[in-house]
């Protein structure tokens, strides 16, 4: 399994960026999608996850009204659209995937995934 992330860059507060992860050697359409964040001097964080049908998704309440996660299914791709960043938002952001069997409920803890991208930096300048 392979988790390719992109998207990552400097952006002024209030601004936006869209992450992408493509996903290759897993059945994508039945996997849960989530995204992680970890800044400088703190821990891993959950921030979002998408179920396969992309009819359900989660959100850190950090992120809820600002973050919105999708997925296209056709492409193998999960998006993290970004608005309203604030400083605080400056982190390492990874993508992980997991099956539903796997991760039970758990979609909100890292060490519940098995699989991982190798992160992209997203700095947001105040």
């Known amino acids: 399994v392979q988790l390719q992330a992109s998207g990552g860059g400097l952006v002024q507060a209030g601004g936006s960026l869209r992450l992408s992860c493509a996903a290759s050697?897993?059945?994508?359409?039945?996997?849960?999608m989530s995204w992680f964040r970890q800044a400088p001097g703190k821990e891993r964080e959950f921030v979002a996850a998408?179920?396969?049908?992309?009819?359900?998704?989660y959100y850190a309440d950090s992120v809820k009204g600002r973050f919105t996660i999708s997925r296209d299914n056709a492409k193998n791709t999960v998006y993290l659209q970004m608005n309203s960043l604030k400083a605080e938002d400056t982190a390492v952001y990874y993508c992980a995937s997991d099956s539903p069997r796997s991760l039970g409920g758990s979609y909100y803890s890292g060490t519940a995934y098995d699989y991982w991208g190798q992160g992209t930096l997203v700095t947001v300048s105040s």
């Open positions: 998408v179920r396969w049908s992309g009819s359900k998704t």
């Open positions: 050697g897993l059945t994508f359409s039945r996997f849960t």
